[in-house]
């Protein structure tokens, strides 16, 4: 059979799709076939609704298959609701599946315009629904699948109504060591690479056994325990590609697109175990790969053997989620539990081994208070972790951060179902003194860090040139703020220059708005050298001395 796959990831970051990639394997591996139209506009030209009306018409699959997160939902159903007054009784059975629906599957099921929704990873569930529409049957219990009573959606809107749909409990996860190599070849993947500047991401596990509160995973897991009637540790939730398989396929990565100068392993949690991550990392060296990459781990997780073994195979960035610098908030609102000692002795002996440590933080938190922000400032300013990237906080439906955003009063419930804000500021709201600093925080990061460095190590000279720049901003209201929103990079580029001049060591927004760079990086990449090679390494500490010195010769 034939399905036609849409991803409507719209004004978002263009990209891959590891969920849809392993669908689409699973399918062609069966002998069906596979189409995706990939909706960004990044990638242009971006089909219009029509020209999708247009495909299906010639193309005539026998599924249409649309994924989405949250953010991408609205355009997802409205497509499909286009689709069907487009098309008429011709529509093929129109099926969603991915991270929003596996989360809000009712509400999604309860917009009427889609014949079944998935929930979970689906690659035994979608080969078996495809099989069975293959057959001409209109299945309704197919595992994994929420769909209508008898298996075909009623054609009356007050049918539908009646909410007559058979939710099905979820199977077992995927045997994952053994699904077939994901189908580079759906997406233009060569375009996509060469857009990433040769980043290329990869995946060796699946699973993480932690439970934040921001994140789909506690969800997912409930829902599977429940479904199965099993306990956590017989879930079989974390599984592991093994490494000689991960390795052929980096290799027909690698003779099939050209210019990847850096892997990205978006595995939730690249060291949890040990022994996968110590014979990935094996098996990446002797393998000869050479290309440098990047993994997720945890502070709690990163055995001194593992630190070792990824910079050793060409670990570069070694990814960790702080999220908030205060213990409260980290333990309280969002379950992460970690102490601030965790923080500093895993990043320091990331950094000893050769790794650019790297460090998401949240702004914006249910019941953060002032203070706390500022702890987030400290954790930073103190760990002198490799670069930062800061987020507003934002609620996904399902979650329980959801919940706490409206328990803590920051946002109504009906409100919160109109929330879209993922990066341009925060969705909730403090009251507008705390508003206003949390959009300077989350704007402006690497400048109170610079300022605040000081604090934890006497003498960074950074920490004067900022100071007056972060009294400057502290002191703007709401209008002056935003008067100088607009000019935030030019000024941090040029106070990075003449901080870069002088020598000190500091961080500057690169790459992208979000992103502060610890400068040692930047400088290294500037010219031209590898990080990796603890040779080309410029070591921070000459840095410090060298301006101490010169500010020193200057007094006298
Ligand atoms: C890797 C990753 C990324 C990568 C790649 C994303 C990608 N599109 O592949 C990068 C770094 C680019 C990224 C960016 C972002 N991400 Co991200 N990311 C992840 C991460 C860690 C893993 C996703 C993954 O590949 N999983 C493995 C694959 C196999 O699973 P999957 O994609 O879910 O697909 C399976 C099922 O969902 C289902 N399925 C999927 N599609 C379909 C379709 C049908 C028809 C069916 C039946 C089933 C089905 O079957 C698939 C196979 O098993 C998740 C956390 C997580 N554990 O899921 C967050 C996560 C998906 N990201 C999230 C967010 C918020 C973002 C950003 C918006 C962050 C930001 N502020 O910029 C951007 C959005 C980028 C974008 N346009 O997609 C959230 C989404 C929350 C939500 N409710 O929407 C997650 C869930 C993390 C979280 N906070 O909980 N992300």
Not at 94 to 102: C, D, F
């Amino acid at each position: 059979m034939r399905v036609l796959f849409v991803y409507p990831n719209l004004y978002t970051q263009m990209g891959f799709n590891h969920g849809l990639a392993s669908l689409s394997a699973v399918l062609k591996d069966a002998g069906h076939a596979t189409r995706l139209v990939n909706l960004n506009e990044k990638l242009p030209p971006v089909p219009t609704r029509e020209e999708v009306v247009e495909l299906v018409r010639e193309w005539a699959p026998g599924l249409v298959a649309f994924s989405c997160l949250t953010q991408q939902y609205g355009a997802a159903r409205e497509l499909a609701e286009f689709l069907r007054a487009a098309l008429g009784d011709a529509t093929p059975p129109l099926v969603v599946g991915g991270i929003h629906p596996t989360m809000v599957p009712d509400e999604v099921m309860a917009d009427g315009v889609w014949d079944h929704v998935g929930v979970g990873e689906c690659e035994d569930a979608l080969l078996a629904l495809v099989t069975r529409l293959a057959a001409g049957e209109a299945p309704d219990d197919v595992p994994n699948f929420l769909s209508w009573r008898g298996g075909t959606r009623p054609r009356e809107a007050a049918a539908r109504a009646a909410r007559e749909w058979v939710k099905n409990p979820v199977g077992a996860f995927p045997d994952y060591a053994n699904l077939p190599e994901p189908d580079y070849a759906l997406f233009d993947t060569q375009r996509i690479t060469d857009q990433k500047h040769g980043w290329f991401g990869l995946m060796s596990s699946r699973g993480c056994p932690y439970r934040c509160t921001y994140c789909l995973n506690h969800k997912i897991v409930d829902r599977y325990k429940e479904d199965l009637g099993k306990g956590v540790s017989s879930l079989g939730f974390f599984r592991f590609r093994p490494a000689d398989k991960l390795i052929a396929e980096i290799r027909r990565v690698l003779d099939t697109y050209t210019g990847i100068g850096t892997f990205i392993f978006d595995d939730d949690l690249f060291t949890q175990n040990v022994e996968h991550a110590l014979a990935i990392c094996a098996a990446y060296e002797a393998a000869g790969i050479g290309v440098p990459f990047v993994v997720n781990a945890h502070v709690k997780k990163l055995d001194p053997r593992v630190a070792e073994a990824l910079g050793r195979a060409g670990g570069r960035i070694l990814k960790l989620g702080i999220e908030s610098g205060s213990p409260r908030v980290r333990a309280r609102v969002l379950k992460r539990h970690m102490t601030d000692r965790d923080i500093d002795e895993t990043v320091a002996s990331a950094e000893a081994a050769g790794l650019h440590t790297s460090g998401f933080v949240m702004v914006g938190l249910p019941s953060e208070t002032p203070e706390e922000l500022w702890e987030t400032v400290d954790c930073l300013a103190r760990t002198r972790i490799g670069r930062f990237r800061t987020s507003f906080f934002f609620p996904f439906p399902g979650t329980e951060g959801w919940d706490l955003a409206i328990e803590h009063g920051h946002v109504g419930r009906e409100e919160i179902t109109s929330l879209t804000t993922f990066t341009d500021g925060s969705a909730l709201d403090f009251g507008p003194e705390q508003n206003l600093l949390v959009d300077k925080l989350g704007k402006a990061m690497p400048w109170f860090v610079n300022a605040r460095l000081a604090r934890f190590h006497p003498g960074a000279p950074a920490s004067a040139r900022y100071a007056t720049l972060v009294e400057r901003v502290l002191a703007m209201d709401a209008a002056a703020w935003e008067a100088f929103k607009p000019c935030l990079r030019e000024v941090d580029a040029a106070l990075s220059a003449d901080a870069t001049a002088n020598g000190e060591l500091h961080y500057a927004i690169r790459y992208n708005d979000f992103m502060g760079v610890r400068s040692d990086w930047f400088l290294a990449e500037e010219q031209g050298l590898e990080w990796t090679t603890a040779a080309a390494r410029p070591a921070r500490e000459d840095l410090e001395r060298a301006a101490l010195a010169a500010a020193a010769a200057e007094v006298s």
